[in-house]
């Protein structure tokens, strides 16, 4: 069983930065997206950055120019860069690794959350 474990959140003063790193243990098979999803008290989960298997990201337009997201292959890690942080942007921050395979069919897996609080 593949498990997703985020790292990297905690309380950080407006205009700061923070990143968020999400290691996805044993073997991921066929096409992915990882994406990282967020959720404030009292609001819906949202979508916040992805990055496919083949490097194709997407950001939301709340946080274009200030987040980006990368990974690295070797160590199964995607990360999650955040910088001129708001107090908007507080909220439990969670990792979703999403894809399919034929051998294996379609799979998803969450991670625990970090929270993120930006405050002064």
């Known amino acids: 069983q593949v498990q997703v474990v985020e790292s990297g959140g905690g309380l950080m003063q407006p205009g700061g930065s923070l990143r968020l790193s999400c290691v996805a243990s044993?073997?991921?098979?066929?096409?992915?997206?990882m994406g990282w999803y967020r959720q404030a008290p009292g609001k819906q989960r949202e979508l916040v950055a992805s990055?496919?298997?083949?490097?194709?990201?997407n950001l939301a337009n709340s946080v274009k120019g200030r987040f980006t997201i990368s990974r690295d292959n070797a160590k199964n890690t995607v990360y999650l860069q955040m910088n001129s942080l708001k107090p908007e942007d507080t909220a439990v921050y969670y990792c979703?690794?999403?894809?399919?395979?034929?051998?294996?069919?379609?799979?998803?897996?969450w991670g625990q959350g970090t929270q993120v609080t930006v405050s002064s």
């Open positions: 990055i496919t298997n083949t490097g194709g990201t």
């Open positions: 979703n690794l999403n894809g399919y395979y034929n051998g294996l069919g379609a799979y998803d897996y």
């Open positions: 044993g073997s991921i098979f066929g096409a992915y997206v």
